[in-house]
């Protein structure tokens, strides 16, 4: 809890998941992964844009950013699925180019400040996998060697001594 005294300013908010959230996403994820978006999408993500990809993929962004900002979904939902702000870095230029063109200076800023907020997200959130690539003696021990990167709750776990124990044991060694 922050005192009277602490000077920084508060956390972000980028909102909190709820399974209400999920068919909203869903309606995302179909959008980008089905026609006409699917192949403009695959090359943003491969980096190899083509002349007619970046209006299309600019306002679908500042489509979907309109909901982030105006708390119809979660920011912390797509910008963990999504990379807003390398999509942004992508398509910055030529957005920029026809913001210039037409005189529309409103044109993505949705999309813009989304990016912003997603990099400021990303800033504060190491990958979650990291530790499975880390040398050894870098960084902390992960508090859970034992467990399998599924991040769930650990009521699952087996306790020393069981039968599933041994296992695990022999498993950790195979990585060593």
């Known amino acids: 809890m922050r005192g009277p005294t602490d000077q920084r300013p508060p956390a972000p908010d980028f909102g909190r ?3 209400a959230h999920a068919a909203t996403f869903l309606g995302v994820m ?3 992964h089905g026609e006409p978006v699917a192949p403009a999408f695959g090359r943003l993500l491969k980096k190899s844009l083509q002349p007619d ?10 489509e979907i950013s309109v909901l982030a ?4 979904i979660p920011e912390a939902l797509l910008f963990d699925a999504f990379g807003f702000d390398l999509y942004w870095d992508e398509l910055r230029e030529d957005i920029m180019s026809l913001r210039q063109q037409t005189g ?3 044109f993505c800023e949705n999309f813009e ?3 912003d907020r997603a990099r400021e997200y990303r800033s504060d959130r190491p990958p979650k996998r990291r530790w499975q ?6 960084g902390p021990e992960d508090p859970r060697p ?7 709750p650990a009521s699952h776990r087996a306790e020393p001594g069981s039968p599933a124990e041994p296992r695990r044991e022999r498993a950790s060694r195979r990585r060593e």
């Not at 990809?53 to 500042?62: G, M, Q």
């Not at 690539?133 to 870098?138: A, I, Y």
């Open 113 to 115: 400040i989304a990016a």
């Open 30 to 32: 179909s959008i980008l």
């Open 104 to 106: 529309n200076e409103k």
């Open 146 to 152: 034992n467990r399998p990167p599924d991040f769930g």
């Open 17 to 19: 998941v709820n399974p």
């Open 53 to 62: 990809d970046y209006v299309l993929l600019a306002h679908l962004f500042e």
């Open 69 to 72: 900002l105006h708390h119809l």
């Open 133 to 138: 690539h880390r040398s050894e003696g870098e």
